[in-house]
């Protein structure tokens, strides 16, 4: 186990170096990205919308939008991890002597760590234009803590994926086109209960809405007005939807990485 967590912190301070010799991809597609639809629903849309239930937009928004953020982690994992295995670069640690399972939870461990700068400071950027947690710090670590585990989940989707698709860019540039898709058939935006009824129940189910909603409850903000059993009990599935989603894609990439030339 001691061999295994140091080839991981190793392979950790990898991906970190690299992000340091290229701040410019790190700042443009992990903060500024978020924030610009941030400000574009905030402001330019925010306006039109109405949150059921009552309450401001804004604070409805911004849980929500720190939800969506954790999706983009399936394909800035997917690209970093694709990229390795393409150029060679995977198969040569597999011929070194380390853990196999080093390469994919040190790049985890370097994600993780840029999600929480990252969450950060698009919490700054909530708190710069009017959103406010109402039920205290506990609750508020509690949040983060939900959206960090939500990240960690979709992370090693995006590591399945990379190495599935590795020597097919066009199915890679595809799997990223669809995180949109993933994020709007959910509540980040808009409320469930705005959607047609069969809508909004697909909508209720995917993962990201748990999440999202679990965030409001615990930040103090609007919740939507949905009052089906999954959205009663969205803390709870805030837990259970990433813990199975890591539970089938965690022992997938390890597999798949130890498989990868087959």
């Given at each position: 186990?001691?061999w ?10 990898r ?11 790190v700042?443009?597609?992990?903060l ?10 905030g402001y330019?849309?925010g ?9 401001d937009?804004?604070e409805?928004l ?22 390795d295995?393409?150029?060679?670069i995977?198969d ?13 939870v ?13 969450l950060?400071?698009?919490?700054g ?9 109402h ?5 508020a ?6 959206l ?7 992370l090693w ?9 590795h020597?097919?860019?066009e ?13 709007f ?11 047609p009824?069969?809508?909004?129940a ?29 959205a ?17 894609f ?5 597999h798949?990485?130890r498989?990868?030339?087959?």
């Amino acid at each position: 186990m001691a061999w295994a967590v140091s080839d991981a912190i190793t392979l950790a301070r990898r991906d970190l170096a690299h992000w340091q010799r290229q701040p410019g991809v790190v700042i443009a597609n992990t903060l500024l990205f978020p924030i610009m639809i941030v400000l574009m629903f905030g402001y330019l849309l925010g306006g039109a919308m109405t949150v059921p239930g009552g309450g401001d937009y804004r604070e409805f928004l911004l849980p929500g939008m720190f939800a969506m953020t954790m999706v983009f982690g399936i394909g800035t994992t997917m690209v970093a991890v694709s990229s390795d295995a393409a150029r060679g670069i995977t198969d040569r640690f597999r011929s070194m002597p380390m853990s196999s399972s080093a390469v994919l939870v040190g790049r985890a461990l370097a994600d993780m760590l840029n999600s929480t700068i990252a969450l950060a400071v698009l919490i700054g950027c909530g708190l710069a234009i009017g959103w406010y947690p109402h039920n205290g710090l506990g609750n508020a670590l509690a949040a983060a803590g939900l959206l960090l585990l939500l990240r960690f989940a979709f992370l090693w989707i995006g590591a399945y994926l990379g190495l599935l698709f590795h020597a097919d860019p066009e199915a890679v540039t595809a799997v990223r086109t669809l995180e949109f898709p993933i994020g709007f058939l959910a509540n980040p935006f808009v409320a469930t209960a705005t959607m047609p009824a069969w809508l909004g129940a697909i909508a209720a189910w995917n993962p990201l809405s748990s999440t999202a909603t679990a965030a409001r409850e615990l930040f103090g903000n609007p919740t939507g007005n949905d009052h089906s059993w999954i959205a009663e009990h969205s803390v709870l599935m805030a837990i259970v939807w990433p813990m199975l989603l890591i539970a089938i894609f965690l022992p997938l990439s390890i597999h798949r990485y130890r498989h990868l030339s087959s």
